[in-house]
């Protein structure tokens, strides 16, 4: 099949734009138009969707993390995929390049969306009032078997909309995150794990085809059979070489009810072979979803996710958390449809009878299926109504190798965190390395099993506190030389960067030559320091205008040069 790639030698509107630059004045923005960006911009019939007021600036110049505060530009609400992929051409084809960040809830939390003095896509504006002011996402049903159906989204849609969508159909997607109202090209740009990633994996091990705009301007249907490298570089490639403005995501059928599961225990080694034992099951003895997470007598009565427990309960678990250094609670879910009842009976007794949680402290709840996925909106909407959701969010989630989780327990749960009066849980979880597809940029750790373990704390008085320990445990994973890895990571240092990457490294350095040689896309992650930029840059600029030019191509000698200068630079 051939790749769907659309191009043009010349781009009409740049044959034209600088014959109208005198008309910029009927526009209205020649006044106030900033100096970062070209004042040509204003010709293109994308400029009436670009804002530069205070108020649009303002929205999009920090993120969920309230940590940083970065103003762009300008921002682009576009009416159509047409005004990104224009955009992108424009910026890459002009003298005055600008660096561009798409965004879709702004759910980053160090800054990563955000783009100084560039151009931020504010992709909500396709959600619902596109061309045709419909939503774009399409469900194809199999006649055959629900596993081979499949959803088409828009890279700017809401998982929590897909879900609707799907659920018409009685279908599903098959992994999710805890959080559903983040959009799909942002949680596929990362990688979108939550309990039911031990056995399907990721997000991004569940997608089937992509359209992506390269950091050329290039509109591109890629797959893992039609341009395979950009369709693995993308997934999990933190928006540094496309944005995603299509996703053909696979479907199962959906379930309506579930077994919602919580099991408390004193003793971690006990915690997590039963959590590891879990895993290792079929959907039939075991979780068709599986987390966890760390208690304290403080944090089980302020965090958003204790309301599955009776005030009774709480009680009960906080008393016993203050006779132990930590609690851990493993969460678990078992599916089913009406009429299955006593089948999910039997076969969750059975598997209670072999885990060596703390007894008389196993507790259930029976829901709908999409109350059990949106389960996190309550929690978000409590926290709305009291102002606290909208506060600095200094959230840590790193991935430990299953060899070194009991001492991360030891050193972290309980000596770093051991006095925790922080707002927002604590997750711990496996995952089988199996269910990722080394293929993508996502990086873990090169173990098996592997634990998620994520410290989404929240405050405004305790931020230099949280900050202050989130180092601290960073420190203790390098200096006891765990071997984790950070997910969503952010590095201050060319070198951490290149650690964190490994020998994926030289990969993604080529990856990004060849998809966004001018360094245009995603800014915020800031994976590439000044120096570097400018040896980069020094490098694609010796490449031939035909290969600069054309998608998926670049200059392999320049390639292998520049890994070389890497190489150099990082044993420096």
Not at 132 to 138: Q, W
Not at 277 to 303: C, H
Not at 337 to 361: I, W
Not at 483 to 488: A, F, P, R, S
Request: hydrophobic share 40%.
């Amino acid at each position: 099949m051939m790749s769907s790639v659309r191009t043009s030698s010349i781009p009409p509107f740049l044959i034209v734009v600088f014959l109208v630059s005198s008309l910029m004045s009927i526009i209205g923005h020649d006044k106030q138009w900033p100096t970062s960006l070209p004042q040509q911009l204003q010709a293109l019939d994308l400029a009436t969707r670009i804002r530069l007021d205070q108020h649009a600036i303002g929205q999009v110049s920090t993120d969920f993390g309230r940590l940083k505060h970065v103003l762009p530009a300008a921002v682009l609400q576009p009416s159509s995929v047409d005004d990104m992929v224009t955009l992108v051409q424009f910026s890459y084809m002009s003298e005055q390049s600008f660096k561009i960040a798409p965004r879709g809830q702004g759910h980053s939390v160090r800054g990563q969306a955000l783009v100084p003095g560039g151009v931020v896509i504010e992709t909500s504006s396709l959600r619902h009032g596109g061309v045709d002011g419909k939503a774009r996402i399409t469900v194809y049903p199999s006649k055959s078997a629900p596993m081979f159906a499949y959803v088409d989204v828009g890279g700017e849609q809401l998982w929590i909309d897909v879900l609707w969508e799907t659920l018409k159909h009685g279908l599903t997607p098959r992994s999710w995150t805890d959080y559903l109202y983040l959009t799909v090209g942002g949680t596929l740009s990362n990688a979108g794990i939550s309990g039911q990633a031990f056995l399907h994996g990721p997000q991004i091990s569940n997608v089937h085809e992509l359209d992506i705009i390269t950091g050329k301007g290039n509109m591109i249907t890629c797959s893992a059979d039609n341009e395979p490298d950009l369709f693995f570089a993308v997934l999990g490639g933190l928006g540094q070489f496309g944005i995603i403005t299509r996703a053909r995501i696979a479907l199962e059928h959906a379930p309506q009810m579930v077994r919602w599961v919580r099991l408390i225990y004193t003793d971690f080694t006990k915690f997590v072979a039963d959590q590891e034992r879990s895993i290792s099951l079929d959907q039939k003895r075991g979780f068709n979803y599986l987390e966890g997470f760390v208690l304290t007598g403080y944090n089980l009565t302020s965090n958003w996710r204790s309301s599955f427990f009776s005030g009774k309960v709480i009680g009960r678990i906080s008393s016993l958390a203050a006779r132990h250094s930590a609690v851990y609670c493993l969460e678990g879910a078992k599916y089913y449809d009406h009429g299955m009842e006593s089948k999910v009976d039997e076969e969750l007794g059975s598997l209670l009878e072999e885990l060596n949680f703390v007894p008389g402290f196993d507790f259930q709840n029976d829901i709908t299926y999409m109350h059990f996925l949106n389960r996190v909106r309550d929690g978000e909407l409590k926290l709305r109504s009291m102002g606290l959701w909208d506060i600095p969010h200094p959230w840590l989630t790193i991935f430990v190798p299953r060899s070194r989780i009991v001492d991360f327990d030891q050193g972290v749960f309980k000596h770093i965190l051991k006095s925790n009066k922080s707002k927002g849980p604590i997750l711990i979880y496996p995952m089988n390395r199996t269910k990722w597809d080394e293929r993508t940029s996502a990086v873990i750790p090169d173990e098996e099993i592997f634990y998620s373990v994520g410290l989404l704390r929240s405050g405004v008085h305790e931020l230099e506190q949280l900050e202050a320990q989130n180092k601290e445990i960073l420190q203790f994973c390098k200096a006891s030389r765990i071997g984790c890895k950070q997910y969503l990571p952010h590095y201050e240092t060319q070198v951490d960067w290149m650690k964190h990457f490994g020998p994926q490294w030289d990969l993604f350095v080529e990856r990004k030559m060849r998809y966004d040689p001018k360094l245009l896309l995603a800014p915020g992650q800031r994976i590439f320091g000044s120096e570097f930029s400018r040896q980069f840059l020094a490098n694609v600029s010796k490449l031939t205008p035909s290969k600069a030019d054309k998608p998926g191509e670049s200059s392999s000698c320049n390639i292998r040069n520049f890994n070389e200068e890497s190489k150099r630079n990082r044993a420096n």
